[in-house]
């Protein structure tokens, strides 16, 4: 709510705080205690700071790098032990446990080093920006599929870097991709199930344009409200293709089962019979999200006003435009005539 002192405290925050994101860097399934494999796990965190959106910012406590320095100030208390337990040593010392205790994990039996990270703190990605931010998600992944050691190990990586944010860009990475897969396969589904359904071959014809004009108009329409793409926008706009498909099916249906000598004749039986119910369902779908118009968070807001194109464009494409149409290019015959009591087929 605009008058919440939380409102106030998240945008002070962002104006006068600074906060870096972080990103983890993991290593597993090697044996850690190899100098080659350190220099590879070296390697690749300074391939990481390479990337622009971490700007070259060293990591402050990471193990990989910071060891070297330890092993060097306790040699005297290290200098016959085997490198496992020189790791075991080094993390004994209180401060040093503090810090890196939980970022080693060690084998109970061997001492071996399992599997252990370095966090790195990202200091140039933009979180207004999702290209931004997609170009960092792309990057980091590029890094860590050029190390030969993951080339060597197979699907599993060894080296990787993991953030629970990663969940979201791989969902906005592939949010394009099943938009468009996802609207195509329903706008020729609603025309495969229209052309088995509607008793007409020229009804496909009118469904097929008419949904897809129907759904450019959503989406334009709800950008204009001001929605971007994200889950719960993606979620109505699946859903909507669906629901508008309703307002268009029923007119074509009547439109084809109406008796009529011109094309008028049945637009006019149409929308004095289906018409109507189209009209009250558009109503009363209406005032079932109209609550939604009060409610404070975005997910309501977003349901609402897209749930509100939805209703709006399909009554509007049902009852004005399609009719129209059908006093245009409508065909004159009809399968079934309603005039006549017998139920015989007309022509």
């Not at 446990?97 to 084998?107: A, F, K, M, Q, T």
């Not at 329903?186 to 496909?204: E, K």
């Not at 109406?258 to 289906?274: A, I, W, Y």
Request: hydrophobic letters at 45%.
């Amino acid at each position: 709510m605009d008058d919440s002192f939380v409102t106030s405290f998240v945008n002070s925050l962002s104006l006068y705080v600074t906060v870096d994101y972080g990103v983890t860097a993991y290593f597993r399934h090697v044996n850690q205690s190899d100098s080659g494999i350190q220099n590879q796990m070296k390697s690749y965190i300074d391939d990481l700071l390479e990337i622009d959106h971490i700007g070259g910012v060293n990591p402050p406590f990471c193990w990989v790098q910071n060891f070297p320095f330890f092993e060097q100030l306790y040699a005297n208390e290290i200098a016959n032990k085997t490198y496992n337990e020189q790791v075991a040593y080094i993390l004994s010392i209180p401060s040093i446990r503090e810090v890196y205790g939980s970022d080693i994990v060690l084998d109970s039996d061997t001492g071996e080093i399992i599997a252990s990270r370095c966090l790195i703190f990202v200091s140039h990605i933009d979180f207004n920006d999702v290209e931004n931010q997609l170009d960092f998600y792309e990057m980091q992944s590029e890094v860590s599929h050029r190390q030969p050691i993951n080339n060597e190990s197979g699907s599993d990586s060894a080296f990787f870097t993991f953030e629970y944010l990663y969940f979201v860009w791989e969902f906005y990475d592939a949010i394009n991709r099943e938009l468009i897969f996802s609207t195509i396969a329903g706008c020729v589904a609603v025309a495969v199930i229209g052309f088995i359904l509607i008793p007409h071959w020229s009804a496909i014809f009118f469904l097929l344009s008419l949904i897809v004009i129907l759904y450019v108009d959503v989406l334009g329409t709800i950008r204009l409200m001001g929605l971007n793409i994200n889950s719960m926008t993606f979620v109505c706009i699946i859903v909507s293709v669906g629901l508008l498909v309703d307002f268009l099916m029923h007119v074509l249906l009547r439109y084809y089962e109406s008796p009529g000598v011109t094309k008028l004749d049945k637009v006019q039986s149409t929308l004095q019979t289906m018409g109507a119910s189209i009209f009250v369902g558009g109503m009363s779908t209406f005032l079932g999200i109209l609550p939604l118009s009060i409610g404070v968070s975005m997910v309501m807001r977003t349901v609402f006003l897209c749930f509100l194109a939805m209703v709006t464009l399909g009554v509007a494409h049902g009852l004005i435009f399609l009719p129209v149409l059908l006093t245009l290019f409508g065909p004159l015959n009809h399968v079934r005539d309603l005039s006549l009591s017998t139920g015989i087929q007309g022509e």
